[in-house]
């Protein structure tokens, strides 16, 4: 089916592979001729053509995988139990191995002609806490369920590849690793990303992350993060017969407000775009008590890894100033204490425009029937990205809305088609086997 403008902030509303910024459908991204029929042949090719079938003819069992696997809960830190079935589900689909990482990865080996690694992944963890309902309500055409899509889509999207791939005996250069990583949401810090791709780990070439929904965004831009749970601590006493102790909550207020000031100013002169927010506050015991504690978390965002360290700056020296004002008008007792505690570090990069796999990507895209559109965001292809590892983050297909939130649904518009997309991407960056020809 072909996307109409009018689906397209559906699309919008939900995916986390679709580009912050994206480039105006009146300038549609081409890819160069020689690219275009290099991936046309792969497309053309008989297998693949086959492959393209069966993920047709066997859409109802990926919607099953998709209903299975979003009713197994995979709170943050808590992704073993979907990880388990998610290994058994690629070993019925047909790996040469399978194994889990020391942080939790699920990895799945198919082996190619040995001339490298390209990684597909869907991450295994959703937002959602212990205890979040993750049943699957159904309305018409509608799948309604905490993480259906961010990112169980993506998980099944991974499943189907491989499944055709072994029907179709579509045989490929590179070794293709198919993975559900942990750690990619919130907190998570990337933690699964970032134990692939450490120092002294795995040999990995090319990284696909499919995440989300839709099959015309192109993320090759990761968007950096920084985070901070700033505490602050003091004595703590009674509000009448304790008062001109320091207070920890007056030092957070005077902290944020120099922050704000600060940050306001630089970023609304930063060359590149860059974002602050204070999240989440909290501490004290009763209205009656000066608390003993107040703390507050904070997430700082650029895409360029020189401003974000400069508002970082920032925001240590105004929580210093902060917590030095509070601490000067003090009458008696103890000083406060500041404690800053990195709790997040998402690196920021760009694989550029015109790099062959970004390129192949588009042409892709667009031999599928899409509209390639690229664009920056904070996905598991951040780190490889950081790293100067070709990578990018692509939607899995459908539609649907609601991230992150209860209400999060599906539906399955272009399911098919998304999936056939991410497949010839993978094939036109691991090659076809010599075998084939």
């Given at each position: ?40 042949s ?6 693949v ?8 003819e ?15 809960p995979?709170?943050?830190f ?6 388990r ?10 790996v ?15 082996r ?5 690694t ?12 212990e ?13 309604y369920?905490?993480g ?6 993506g998980?099944?999207t ?31 810090d990337?933690?699964?990303m970032?134990h692939?791709?450490r120092?002294?780990?795995p040999s ?7 995440d989300?929904?839709?099959?015309d965004?192109?993320?090759n831009?990761?968007l950096g ?6 505490t602050?601590r003091?004595?703590?006493?009674h509000?009448w ?14 902290a944020?407000a120099r922050?704000?000031?600060?940050a ?11 974002s602050?927010n ?12 000066i ?5 507050m978390?904070?997430?700082m965002r650029s ?14 020296r ?8 509070e601490?000067?008008?003090?009458v ?14 998402r690196?920021s990069?760009e694989?550029?425009?015109?790099h ?15 509209t390639p ?10 780190v490889?990205i ?7 983050t692509i939607?899995?297909?459908?539609a649907g809305?609601?991230?992150h939130?209860?209400?999060?649904y ?15 991407i ?6 076809l ?5």
């Amino acid at each position: 089916m072909t996307m109409t403008r009018t689906a397209l902030p559906i699309l919008l509303a939900l995916s986390t592979a679709i580009p912050v910024h994206a480039q105006s459908f009146l300038d549609p991204l081409v890819a160069p001729p020689e690219i275009e029929q290099e991936v046309r042949s792969i497309l053309e090719h008989p297998r693949v053509r086959a492959a393209f079938r069966h993920l047709v003819e066997t859409d109802e069992r990926t919607m099953a995988d998709l209903r299975e696997l979003t009713q197994i809960p995979a709170p943050p830190f808590m992704e073993e139990v979907r990880g388990r079935r998610f290994t058994e589900m690629l070993l019925e689909a047909g790996v040469d191995s399978v194994w889990t990482d020391d942080e939790g990865n699920v990895v799945g080996l198919r082996r190619g002609a040995g001339s490298g690694t390209i990684v597909i992944s869907g991450h295994l963890d959703t937002v959602f806490p212990e205890g979040t309902d993750v049943s699957i309500r159904e309305a018409g055409d509608t799948l309604y369920a905490p993480g259906i899509a961010d990112d169980t889509r993506g998980l099944v999207t991974v499943l189907a590849i491989l499944r055709a791939m072994n029907i179709a005996e579509i045989e490929t250069d590179h070794d293709v690793w198919f993975v559900g990583t942990v750690g990619e949401e919130g907190l998570g810090d990337l933690r699964g990303m970032k134990h692939l791709f450490r120092e002294g780990g795995p040999s990995i070439d090319a990284f696909i992350s499919v995440d989300g929904l839709g099959r015309d965004g192109i993320t090759n831009a990761g968007l950096g993060s920084y985070r901070y749970r700033v505490t602050f601590r003091g004595p703590g006493g009674h509000s009448w017969g304790a008062f001109g102790l320091v207070n920890p909550a007056h030092a957070l207020g005077r902290a944020v407000a120099r922050f704000d000031e600060a940050a306001k100013a630089y970023t609304d002169e930063a060359e590149r775009r860059t974002s602050y927010n204070v999240g989440r506050i909290g501490g004290g015991t009763s209205v009656n008590s000066i608390p003993f504690e107040a703390w507050m978390e904070i997430d700082m965002r650029s895409e360029s890894p020189e401003a974000l360290d400069e508002i970082d700056v920032l925001f240590r020296r105004t929580m210093q100033e902060g917590i030095d004002e509070e601490n000067a008008g003090r009458v008696g007792g103890d000083e406060l204490v500041l404690v800053l505690d990195k709790i997040g570090d998402r690196p920021s990069g760009e694989i550029a425009d015109d790099h062959p796999f970004v390129q192949r990507a588009i042409a892709a895209t667009t031999l599928t029937g899409g509209t390639p559109r690229l664009g920056r965001s904070s996905t598991d292809s951040n780190v490889p990205i950081a790293l100067g590892v070709p990578a990018i983050t692509i939607g899995g297909g459908g539609a649907g809305g609601a991230a992150h939130s209860l209400g999060e649904y599906y539906m399955n518009r272009d399911g098919p088609e998304g999936i056939q997309r991410a497949l010839l991407i993978l094939l036109a960056q691991a090659g076809l086997s010599p075998v084939m020809e």
